[in-house]
Antibody, heavy 119, light 111 residues
Framework: QMQVVQSGAEVKKTGSSVKVSCKTS????????LHWVRQAPGQALEWMGW????????NYAQQFQDRVTITRDRSMSTAYMELSSLRSEDTAMYFC????????????WGQGTLVTVSS | QSVLTQPPSVSGAPGQRVTVSCTGS?????????VHWYQQLPGTAPKLLIY???NRPSGVPDRFSGSKSGTSASLAITGLQTEDEADYYC???????????FGEGTKLTVL
C-alpha cells in the first residue's frame, strides 16, 4: 500500500529555520518528482519546488529560491524541505506530494505538516 | 494573487450539476499545458480528482469530469452529493514562472 508520511507539527521563532521530512513507501517512486506545496490558513495552495529521488536534482519556485532547500535520502526514500529566515507569513500547512516523471501533476499527497512561526 | 483564476464559490442543490471554471493565459493553459483538478475536504490534504484535462484516477466517480479549451478549463460535477462539499483547485504549469501553478480555489456548497 502506497504511503506518504510527513513529520509532525513544528513551532518556530521568527528568523529561525524549519526542516520537514516526507517518507514514501509501498511503491517504487524512485523516478517520481517529490514536490513541496504549502497552504497558509484560509489561502490557496502554493508550489515551492521539487526533488527527484533518483539523482537529487532540484527545482525551486522563484519566490522561495533564496530560502528553501530540498534534499533527499535515497536509501530511506525520504525527502526533506528546509525553509530558512522564517517570518510570520510562513505559518502554513506544508504538504509533500509525488508527481509522475512524465506529467506535471501531484498524484499522492502526504498528510501535511503544520509549521507555526511566532516571535 | 494566483496565476489561474477561479470563482471563489459555487453552490447547488443535491442532485444538481455545477461547474467550476479556471481561466489562465498564454503562458500556462494557453501554452497547451494540461490542467489538473484537486478536491480538498475540510482539514485534509488535497486529493487528485482529474489529471491531463479529462482523466479520472481510479476510484473517482464518473460524476466528476474535466474539459479544456483555449486558455480555460472547467470541472463539472453532476448528481451533487453532500459529501462533495469541499474546496476545488485547478493546477497547471506556467512557462514565464517556470513552475507549477494553482488556482485560487473554489468552495463548493451543497445547499
Amino acid at each position: 500500500q502506497m504511503q506518504v508520511v510527513q513529520s509532525g507539527a513544528e513551532v518556530k521563532k521568527t528568523g529561525s529555520s524549519v526542516k520537514v521530512s516526507c517518507k514514501t513507501s509501498g511503491y517504487t517512486f524512485i523516478y517520481h518528482y517529490l514536490h513541496w506545496v504549502r497552504q497558509a490558513p484560509g489561502q490557496a495552495l502554493e508550489w515551492m519546488g521539487w526533488i527527484t529521488l533518483f539523482n537529487g536534482d532540484t527545482n525551486y519556485a522563484q519566490q522561495f529560491q533564496d530560502r528553501v532547500t530540498i534534499t533527499r535520502d535515497r536509501s530511506m526514500s525520504t525527502a526533506y524541505m528546509e525553509l530558512s529566515s522564517l517570518r510570520s507569513e510562513d505559518t502554513a500547512m506544508y504538504f509533500c506530494a509525488l508527481g509522475p516523471p512524465t506529467a506535471r501533476y501531484f498524484q499522492h499527497w502526504g498528510q501535511g505538516t503544520l509549521v507555526t512561526v511566532s516571535s | 494573487q494566483s496565476v489561474l483564476t477561479q470563482p471563489p464559490s459555487v453552490s447547488g442543490a443535491p442532485g444538481q450539476r455545477v461547474t467550476v471554471s479556471c481561466t489562465g493565459s498564454s503562458s500556462n493553459i494557453g501554452a497547451d499545458y494540461d490542467v489538473h483538478w484537486y478536491q480538498q475536504l475540510p482539514g485534509t490534504a488535497p486529493k487528485l480528482l482529474i489529471y491531463g484535462n479529462t482523466n479520472r484516477p481510479s476510484g473517482v466517480p464518473d460524476r466528476f469530469s474535466g474539459s479544456k479549451s483555449g486558455t480555460s478549463a472547467s470541472l463539472a460535477i453532476t448528481g451533487l452529493q453532500t459529501e462533495d462539499e469541499a474546496d476545488y483547485y485547478c493546477q497547471s504549469y506556467d512557462d514565464s514562472l517556470s513552475g507549477w501553478v494553482f488556482g485560487e480555489g473554489t468552495k463548493l456548497t451543497v445547499l
